[in-house]
């Protein structure tokens, strides 16, 4: 009797201790489909957040727009660069006068590439007016040298960093119709045209004739305008009247196809810019959306933490935030110098950078 109820309890507890194992090993396994599929699952929860278009948008009225004058750029390459080159995709870099090093490093890296993937691209640099005119000497000397430099008449500061990406619509507007798709850079971002032109080809193959309307970026959501009248970011209640701003593509990097960057550059003249300017990725959403345009999310492309560096992760990302000029060029030698990433190597790598860039956020450092 005694020895058959101890059978009977040790039979229990072994089930149990089973049980445990099953569980830890069903959420071990999970965890690691999560860490694997962290992109996947990435865009399926912002595509559940992302608000839904309410109606029809209005058709922009393009009849009172007056085309873009070759008189608003102070310096700009020949105005028959994309007749000549026909590039598929133009990547235009928001760039500072002083930021010189910057731009180097750029050319020397991503933006030095013409021929990505059997595609065409080119890479310019859009700046303002330096209010020290030593500076404004050296980038006519820069512009000689190198002539991928455009200059906007605005004086470039913080406060004006909208109307840079506004002449960089109405610039891709009007010499650069022949690109497919126009991408918008900072110039602090590590970026990868060849992984974004993978993900155009396998996402949006279509012939010539039927280009889509395309804003694709890293997706902010319901972001709500700041009417504290101490903050940087500042927006007066008349500048903005609604409790959100519509999706929009973080500033970093975005990309806009063609007739996309029609319409929206079409939206945005003809909207009335008041004192303080909205941020410039928020007013590219708006126009965007007032075009009837919906921003598509890409798990691809860095927001706000940095994410830290692996080489199978950076392989694979098309943006990159918070690059040092130094550090561009060397992720770039050592991405480009070795081997493409297994699939394996790929899932393993992105999921670890894309965790780390997360707990990073929520710590409030870099990992
Ligand atoms: C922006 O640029 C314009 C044109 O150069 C200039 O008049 C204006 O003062 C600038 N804004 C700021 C805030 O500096």
């Given at each position: 009797?005694?020895?058959?109820?101890?059978?009977?309890?040790?039979?229990?507890?072994?089930?149990?201790?089973?049980?445990?194992?099953?569980?830890?090993?069903?959420?071990?396994?999970?965890?690691?489909?999560?860490?694997?599929?962290?992109?996947?699952?990435?865009?399926?929860?912002?595509?559940?957040?992302?608000?839904?278009?309410?109606?029809?948008?209005?058709?922009?009225?393009?009849?009172?727009?007056?085309?873009?004058?070759?008189?608003?750029?102070?310096?700009?390459p020949?105005?028959?660069v994309c007749?000549?080159a026909?590039p598929y995709l133009v990547t235009l870099v928001a760039s500072?006068?002083?930021?010189?090093?910057a731009r180097h490093a750029i050319r020397d890296t991503w933006g030095g590439e013409v021929q990505v993937?059997?595609h065409r691209v080119m890479t310019l640099f859009m700046?303002?007016?330096?209010?020290?005119?030593?500076?404004?000497?050296?980038?006519?000397?820069?512009?000689?040298?190198h002539g991928d430099l455009i200059?906007?008449?605005?004086?470039?500061?913080?406060?004006?960093?909208?109307?840079?990406?506004?002449?960089m619509?109405?610039w891709a507007?009007?010499?650069c119709?022949?690109a497919?798709f126009l991408a918008k850079v900072d110039d602090?971002v590590m970026f990868n045209p060849s992984?974004l032109l993978?993900?155009?080809?396998?996402?949006?193959?279509?012939?010539?004739?039927?280009?889509?309307?395309?804003?694709?970026?890293?997706?902010?959501?319901?972001?709500?305008?700041?009417?504290?009248?101490?903050?940087?970011?500042?927006?007066?209640?008349?500048?903005?009247?609604?409790?959100?701003?519509?999706?929009?593509?973080?500033?970093?990097a975005?990309v806009?196809?063609?007739?996309?960057?029609?319409?929206?550059?079409?939206?945005?003249?003809?909207?009335?810019?008041?004192?303080?300017?909205?941020?410039?990725?928020?007013?590219?959403?708006?126009?965007?959306?007032?075009?009837?345009?919906?921003?598509?999310?890409?798990?691809?492309?860095?927001?706000?933490?940095?994410?830290?560096?692996?080489?199978?992760?950076?392989?694979?990302?098309?943006s990159?935030?918070?690059?040092?000029?130094?550090?561009m060029?060397?992720?770039w030698?050592?991405?480009?110098?070795?081997?493409?990433?297994?699939?394996?190597?790929?899932?393993?790598?992105?999921?670890?950078?894309?965790?780390?860039?997360?707990?990073?956020?929520?710590?409030?450092?870099?990992?």
């Amino acid at each position: 009797m005694v020895g058959y109820r101890y059978r009977v309890c040790k039979g229990r507890v072994g089930k149990q201790v089973r049980v445990g194992h099953y569980f830890l090993m069903i959420a071990f396994c999970l965890s690691l489909l999560a860490l694997l599929f962290i992109d996947v699952i990435e865009s399926w929860v912002t595509c559940l957040g992302m608000s839904r278009p309410e109606g029809p948008q209005g058709a922009v009225l393009t009849q009172s727009i007056q085309p873009t004058r070759s008189e608003e750029f102070l310096l700009m390459p020949s105005s028959h660069v994309c007749q000549r080159a026909k590039p598929y995709l133009v990547t235009l870099v928001a760039s500072s006068p002083a930021n010189k090093k910057a731009r180097h490093a750029i050319r020397d890296t991503w933006g030095g590439e013409v021929q990505v993937r059997g595609h065409r691209v080119m890479t310019l640099f859009m700046v303002g007016q330096p209010s020290d005119p030593v500076l404004g000497k050296e980038l006519i000397e820069e512009s000689k040298e190198h002539g991928d430099l455009i200059q906007g008449r605005f004086t470039d500061n913080y406060a004006n960093l909208t109307m840079k990406t506004l002449a960089m619509l109405g610039w891709a507007r009007r010499f650069c119709p022949q690109a497919r798709f126009l991408a918008k850079v900072d110039d602090d971002v590590m970026f990868n045209p060849s992984a974004l032109l993978q993900h155009l080809d396998l996402s949006y193959k279509t012939s010539e004739d039927e280009l889509v309307d395309l804003y694709l970026g890293r997706v902010h959501m319901q972001v709500a305008p700041d009417h504290n009248p101490h903050s940087k970011h500042f927006i007066s209640k008349s500048t903005y009247t609604g409790t959100f701003f519509p999706d929009y593509c973080s500033g970093t990097a975005y990309v806009l196809s063609r007739p996309a960057v029609l319409k929206v550059s079409l939206a945005a003249a003809t909207m009335t810019l008041t004192r303080p300017l909205l941020p410039e990725d928020v007013l590219v959403g708006i126009c965007a959306h007032r075009a009837g345009i919906i921003p598509t999310h890409s798990p691809l492309f860095s927001g706000g933490p940095a994410v830290p560096y692996g080489r199978c992760c950076y392989q694979t990302m098309v943006s990159v935030h918070h690059t040092k000029p130094a550090d561009m060029l060397h992720y770039w030698t050592e991405v480009h110098s070795t081997a493409p990433c297994s699939w394996l190597g790929v899932r393993t790598s992105l999921g670890v950078c894309k965790v780390r860039a997360l707990l990073g956020r929520l710590l409030g450092k870099s990992l």
